[in-house]
T-cell receptor, first 113, second 115 residues
Framework: AQSVTQLDSHVSVSEGTPVLLRCNYSSSYSPSLFWYVQHPNKGLQLLLK??????LVKGINGFEAEFKKSETSFHLTKPSAHMSDAAEYFCVVRDTGRRALTFGSGTRLQVQP | DAGVTQSPTHLIKTRGQQVTLRCSPI?????VSWYQQVLGQGPQFIFQYYEKEERGRGNFPDRFSARQFPNYSSELNVNALLLGDSALYLC??????????????FGPGTRLTVL
């Protein structure tokens, strides 16, 4: 069975400081992993995805994530936060052969001026 | 290119009523999935359709049904609405069926409020 745990429900950073959003996953097979972002009153936008190629994945808007199989983690990072990064972030897993995406409960990122 | 579109944007219904939500996928995408996002939670998978056939179903009661049309658009129907059905309903489209690397692109959602 596939599942995702986002370790922080809320993260607050100052503008210009690094961002770290933590995600651990459980999967029976070789999964694909995704990070989506949801701004208020908007749909979900794909930030990046891991599909068993390079373990360090670069996404849009300066975000990147590293797949660590030994730790079953897929943490999202950004070197310098911007005010526009304030949103809800979802870590998502999809097992090989499965149709459904399984979402974590989300991490709300606040960026202070 | 147009993304995934959903209609209506907002909907208010009363308990016991029925509702139909609509989704148009990205041009060329043959797979449509539906998710329910209750306030404060991550989306939960309801259905997936590919080439007009149901290919996956989440843990939702039979009051929820869906279909996909020859042009790949889709409808989600919910009967006998309960207060707990109040949520944002998201539609996602993708090119393939079971390709794990395939990306699902989401629409803006339909906000359903049940009074």
């Amino acid at each position: 069975a596939q599942s995702v745990t986002q370790l922080d429900s809320h993260v607050s950073v100052s503008e210009g400081t690094p961002v770290l959003l933590r995600c651990n996953y459980s999967s029976s097979y070789s999964p694909s992993l995704f990070w989506y972002v949801q701004h208020p009153n908007k749909g979900l936008q794909l930030l990046l995805k891991y599909t068993s190629a390079a373990t360090l994945v670069k996404g849009i808007n300066g975000f990147e994530a590293e797949f660590k199989k030994s730790e079953t983690s897929f943490h999202l990072t950004k070197p310098s936060a911007h005010m526009s990064d304030a949103a809800e972030y979802f870590c998502v897993v999809r097992d090989t052969g499965r149709r459904a995406l399984t979402f974590g409960s989300g991490t709300r990122l606040q960026v202070q001026p | 290119d147009a993304g995934v579109t959903q209609s209506p944007t907002h909907l208010i219904k009363t308990r016991g009523q029925q509702v139909t939500l609509r989704c148009s996928p990205i041009s060329g995408h043959k797979s449509v999935s539906w998710y329910q996002q209750v306030l404060g939670q991550g989306p939960q998978f309801i259905f997936q359709y590919y080439e007009k056939e149901e290919r996956g179903r989440g843990n939702f009661p039979d009051r929820f049904s869906a279909r996909q049309f020859p042009n790949y658009s889709s409808e989600l129907n919910v009967n006998a609405l309960l207060l707990g059905d109040s949520a944002l309903y998201l539609c996602a489209s993708s090119l393939e069926d079971r390709v794990v690397t395939d990306t699902q692109y989401f629409g803006p959602g339909t906000r359903l409020t049940v009074l």
